[in-house]
Each structure stands twice: as C-alpha cells, then as structure tokens.
C-alpha cells in the first residue's frame, strides 16, 4: 500500500483577518497565526485531514510582489 502526503498553501494579505473569520465560520485551526521571520503563518486541516498552511509575508506590502 502506498500512502501519500498532500499539503496545500495558502498566501494572504491579512492572515488574522482570515484566521478570525474563517475561525467563526466554523474552521478547526490547529495554531494560531505566529511570527516567524519572514512571514506569519498558522495551520488547520481540512475535513479529511489533509495540512493546510495559511501564511502572510512580512517581506513585502502584498503577498505576490516577490514574483513580479
């Protein structure tokens, strides 16, 4: 049997905006948002249990201008 690890990432401007309201809606976050020096992020799973990552740069105004 082979079994197989997925996470998945997201990137967003305002990460306790997003914390908070997905929170109230009914999200099951595994931390809080935290600093880290690059970025703040945190983490829940979704409904089958797979990672998901919420991060926020601290790098730049917006999340994408690295990549323009």
């Known amino acids: 049997m082979y079994l197989s690890k997925s996470d ?3 990137r967003v401007v305002d990460i306790q905006r997003c914390y908070d ?3 109230s ?9 935290r600093v880290h020096p690059w970025e703040k992020r945190c983490y829940l799973r ?22 323009r």
């Open 21 to 23: 309201l997905w929170r």
């Open 46 to 67: 979704d409904p089958d249990g797979y990672l998901i990552e919420v991060g926020q740069t601290t790098m730049t105004a917006t999340p994408l201008e690295l990549y």
């Open 25 to 33: 809606r009914g999200a099951k976050f595994i931390t809080e948002p």
């Open 8 to 10: 998945f990432n997201l």
